[in-house]
């Protein structure tokens, strides 16, 4: 019984669902030069489909670069396709709102897709707003405070000064 429930415990923490009715939201960024940059889709109702770039602001990119684990949004771009097809619509009000990802969603027609670039490289942590916190540098793969770039910025620039 114990491993049982361990192997439920497990299959839950790594975010496998049974299968079913899904009622999440998936985002990612395809195409671009990283995992964190590229063209927004989202899977709703079991369908990835691009993400349609009106309304678009930095602010409302933020929300998908912090869900996606790649820091803040840097940069967001309308880019046209040659016909129109199915994409999803976010409502950027009803995201701010503080409404799941899934509630903001909406079919639509659209030529104009989004392109989004996160910083996977840098982010703001534990701040009040989206311009506040204490600055992670990501190397190699790992999170580090600023704390320690700061002293040896500081020691670099100590023996720059003594070499000058």
Known sequence: MDHLLMLLM???SSGLQAEGNHTSTAVRLVG?????AGTLELKHEGDWRPVDY???TLKTAAVVCREL????AVSIRG????SQRSVWWINSDCVHSGSALKDCVTSVSSSLILDLTCS???RLVDGTSLCSGRLEVK???????DQSNQSNQSNQSNQRTRAA
């Open 120 to 122: 996977d490289s840098v």
């Open 139 to 145: 190397s190699n793969q790992s999170n580090q405070s």
């Open 54 to 56: 009106s309304m678009w």
């Open 79 to 82: 880019r046209y396709e040659s």
């Open 32 to 36: 671009g030069a990283s995992r964190c």
């Open 69 to 72: 684990d790649c820091g803040s």
């Open 10 to 12: 497990l299959l839950l």
